[in-house]
RNA sequence: UGACCGAUGGUGUAAUGGUAACACUACAGUUUUUGGUACUGUCAUUCAUGGUUCGAAUCCAUGUCGGUUAACCA
């Protein structure tokens, strides 16, 4: 038997391969996902969701998917569901039911009291202007709050009061003792607990006083037991403050790791600046296919396939890195390769007269589906004596190397005869506007008995066949590769022809069936989906991404 | 300027003290009834300087550069 290659590691599971050595977590995994229900998921995110998932997957673990839900201002249900059926989409399943951070709300409460009685934490009165100028700054410690050392009592009076409704917004909050000369600025008495009259999507009016991310993602990780906590890198500066809850607290002993998270080029992936985009109408939505989130990918025809597989082929470091949007078009075409069905539809026709072809003869030619799956069957395809082809498929001086039609020139209709050109016709203004052709009858597809051999094929539509759709192509969204150098100012790189409508191409018959989820190559043109916005009488497709060409490059030299 | 994280080809990710690998891109070919796919080939002495060692991308020191961090956001 041969040899099983050793795939190399990454960090993340090495480290978990060292806890299960070590038996650390009693030979246990358990990841978690823990999305804020204030936004939707992105490609980012999806990188995230691979890793969880994936690692627990791969050590026989499983992964919660746990909704941090601590700030009732900025979160709704409508995220929730969006974000379930996203992670659903991408082929992932969560351990039992979805969880809340606010499920824990009273656990939380409880923590806050214990670390209260130990002198760990107290309610100051001042107002965040106060506390921020008494924070210090990198250079100089801060300076401690005047409410610092209050009783325990008064502590535990105050924070219950806080909790019953007492005082307004903003009046009280509730902080960590800890020391406000540490050099990591988290560490300087950091808020636990801040004050807001807000319903909560889920608890209601049932609180008035909020735990803070830092006093309420690691409790939760630790109640839920969760071995290893992966997060992205800006968390880093956390970890201390993660692990001093746990330590004083003497919970279960979850630990923190974090990876450097994904950038794009070409685009923003912040869901501040996604939301920029939605709010000031530069995307129609959060799933408009020029965006890089989930539900745009699925709109614009990528596969859950294609998107676990770019999150493997990107890998996972602590390095900031900047991955080539062309990796992520890479990974869609060679799914779509596989299991696309090939199809013929002409988006800038010119019209072809096949002059030796009977008038009102029509044959149904059988075209294969795939040519990459043998199992893909074949369809039929009529063919008439009038067709459009594409425009750029003739010149009327050829250049070198260009192997379609021009004055005299022989081609192959995909699945049907080989053609030459015999003349073409010109309007008043010098465009071509319709070439002459005549077919090799003996040169069928299937049967060619003519001998002859053409270099080019292309693909055609019959012109009373042909049924109208409409198009539209995507481009990159920012005309800048990294966004990162520019900040706030990315909108002024956005990419003017990152959305282009052809209202009227012309596909093939067998379209008029296409359905929303089918992915489909227009051979020699890209891989195209059904829009929802299409309706019976009006199709309209998404260009998932368009084939490699290499004929452009040619064209070029 | 404090703390923390990081630095390997154009881009990512490996090599875990034993002589830089894999993928993408680019370029050059072969095959092809998609100028697609598939296949072949070409492209780096690892941020710098010192040190440890028979041997360093890997360990140590110093420096340089990049990132994160000082919300009653997560």
């Known amino acids: 038997m041969a040899e099983e290659e050793k795939k190399s590691l990454n960090f993340l599971e090495q480290i978990v391969e060292e806890d299960l050595q070590s038996g650390k977590h009693g030979g246990r995994v358990l990841t978690r996902f823990p999305p804020e229900p204030n936004g939707y998921l992105h490609i980012g995110h999806a990188k995230s969701i691979c890793l969880n998932f994936g690692l627990a997957a791969k050590y026989g673990g499983q992964t919660n998917l746990r909704f941090d839900d601590t700030n009732p201002e900025k979160e709704e249900t409508e995220y929730v569901d969006s974000i379930k059926a996203d992670v659903r989409w991408l082929g992932f399943e969560w351990a039992g039911e979805e969880l809340y951070a606010s499920n824990y709300f009273e656990s939380l409460y409880q923590f806050a009291v214990t670390l209260i009685k130990k002198g760990l934490a107290y309610v100051d009165d001042q107002t965040s202007e106060q506390i921020a100028s008494q924070k210090g700054n990198p250079n100089f410690p801060g300076e401690d709050s005047p409410y610092r050392y209050r009783t325990v009592e008064e502590n535990l009076d105050l924070f219950s009061r806080m909790r019953a409704g007492e005082f307004g917004d903003g009046a009280k909050v509730l902080r960590a003792k800890i020391d406000m000369a540490h050099p990591n600025m988290h560490m300087r008495d950091p808020l636990m607990y801040r004050i807001k009259h807000a319903p909560h999507h889920r608890t209601g009016d049932t609180w008035c006083i909020y735990p ?260 539209r192509v995507y481009d990159r969204l920012l005309i800048l590769e990294d966004a990162s150098q520019v900040g706030d100012d990315f909108k002024k790189f956005i990419n003017p022809d990152s959305l282009t409508v052809i209202p009227e191409v012309f596909v093939e018959p067998s379209l008029k069936e296409a359905k929303v989820g089918t992915n489909y190559q227009f051979m020699r043109k890209g891989y195209f989906c059904l829009d929802p916005d299409a309706t019976a009488e009006h199709l309209v497709f998404n260009r998932t991404v368009g084939l490699k060409d290499t004929w452009v490059k040619e064209k070029s030299k």
Not at 389 to 405: A, G, Q, S, T
Request: proline share 5%; hydrophobic share 35%; net charge negative.
């Open 212 to 471: 803070m991310y830092d006093f309420a993602h690691g409790q939760s990780d630790s109640i839920e037991e969760i071995t290893h906590s992966v997060c992205t890198l800006e968390f880093d500066v956390h970890r201390p403050l993660y692990e001093w809850f746990i330590e004083k607290l003497g919970i279960y002993p979850s630990h923190q790791y974090e990876f450097a998270r994904l950038n794009l080029t070409h685009t923003v992936m912040s869901k501040r600046k996604l939301l920029q985009l939605v709010n000031e109408g530069v995307v129609n939505g959060w799933d408009d296919p020029r965006m890089p989130t989930i539900s745009a990918l699925r709109r614009r025809g990528f596969t859950p396939a294609s998107i676990r597989n770019f999150c493997e082929k990107i890998g996972v470091a602590k390095r900031d890195n900047l991955i080539d949007v062309g990796v992520l078009d890479y990974c869609v075409r060679e799914d779509l390769n596989k299991l696309a069905t090939r199809v013929m539809a002409v988006l800038d026709p010119i019209k072809v007269v096949i002059t030796n072809y009977p008038t009102d003869e029509v044959e149904e030619l059988q075209v294969e589906n795939n040519p990459e799956d043998e199992n893909s069957g074949s369809r039929t395809v009529p063919f008439s004596r009038e067709i459009y082809i594409e425009k750029d498929d003739f010149m009327e001086v050829p250049m070198k190397k260009f192997f379609r039609l021009g004055p005299g020139l022989m081609v192959r209709l995909k699945g049907a005869y080989i053609i030459k050109c015999d003349d073409f016709v010109k309007d008043e203004f010098g465009n071509i506007t319709e070439l002459h052709c005549s077919y090799i009858p003996e040169s069928r597809s299937g049967s060619d008995t003519s001998g002859i051999n053409v270099k080019g094929t292309i693909h055609w539509v019959s012109i009373q066949h042909a049924v109208k759709a409409e198009v």
